[in-house]
């Protein structure tokens, strides 16, 4: 020990061993209004014409995957029914030509049901999440869609009637959503500010 420690000095610089505690905050001072708090800003609910759009797009989906699943279950048939239409019109063409032809017109036509089907549902859950910008988007889809049905229809004639059924049923489901969807109910809320 040395002499300072003796005398109850301590030496400069040295720390001290326990945690240095600060002061405690000051009071609140008192409020100065009696007014309430503003209340956060509440989302109001969707009306009945956007609900009803949204499940006829979701019956609409539904039965286009249906469609696409039978016609993904009936594509050698489809494909062969192609093939023999095509060979009736020109009997001269060759069999190859003619099996890629086929290929190409399922693909053509098949491909973009299946995109627009699944663009149209994610399109559909953002329009009813955020509302700005995507109905614009819905009502495109909803177009490019019943047009793709209609050729879809006609290349799934003379099949099992379950995939042309189900394509048509698309179409018309579609067509009645984006009527929904264009009434003024829909577009008003479509355009009101969120909070």
Not at 18 to 40: F, K, N, Q, V
């Amino acid at each position: 020990m040395t002499e300072a420690d003796a005398a109850g000095m301590r030496a400069p610089g040295r720390a001290t061993g326990g945690p240095r505690r600060l002061p405690p905050p000051p009071p609140r001072p008192p409020t100065s209004s009696d007014l309430a708090p503003p209340t956060p800003y509440v989302v109001p609910p969707a009306p009945r014409t956007v609900r009803a759009a949204a499940w006829t797009w979701c019956a609409a989906t539904l039965a286009g995957l249906v469609a696409l699943g039978t016609a993904a279950l009936d594509l050698a048939d489809l494909r062969q029914r192609l093939v023999d239409s095509a060979g009736a019109a020109d009997p001269t063409a060759e069999e190859d030509l003619l099996r890629e032809g086929a290929d190409t017109t399922v693909l053509a036509v098949l491909g973009p049901l299946a995109a627009l089907t699944v663009l149209g549902a994610l399109c559909l859950v953002l329009y009813l999440r955020r509302r700005s910008g995507w109905g614009r988007g819905l009502l495109v889809l909803g177009v490019l869609t019943s047009v793709v049905d209609v050729l879809a229809q006609d290349l799934l004639a003379g099949g099992p009637e379950i995939d042309r059924i189900a394509a048509i049923a698309q179409g018309g489901l579609i067509a009645v959503a984006v009527v929904l969807l264009l009434l003024p109910a829909s577009r008003a809320w479509s355009h009101e500010p969120r909070g």
